[in-house]
Structure formats: C-alpha cells, structure tokens
C-alpha cells in the first residue's frame, strides 16, 4: 500500500495465479486496475513508435 501526492492510494498484490496487480484509487472514486497481460502474438515484429517526418 502506498500513496501517490495527496489524493491518490495505490495498493499493490497478486491474483490467484501470482500474476502483479497494482489498484490506483483517486480519493473521488476513481480506479484503475493495472494487471500483467502477456502479449497475444509473440511471433510478430516489435513496432516503432514515434512519429515520421
């Protein structure tokens, strides 16, 4: 558990298969729940981002 400025907590934890949670929660009701998600296609070329010129 944690805290993030003054209006937002962050708690910190794992569901059941181990996998890393993190929940932000702004002090006004709002929430995200960040989860690791493996990616779907592993054989595919990473991608650049930025922008072109």
Known sequence: MGYIGYNLVCFHGE????KSLELIQHVQQLNFLLMVVPKLEIEAPNRQIGFVG
């Open 15 to 18: 569901d059941t298969s181990g």
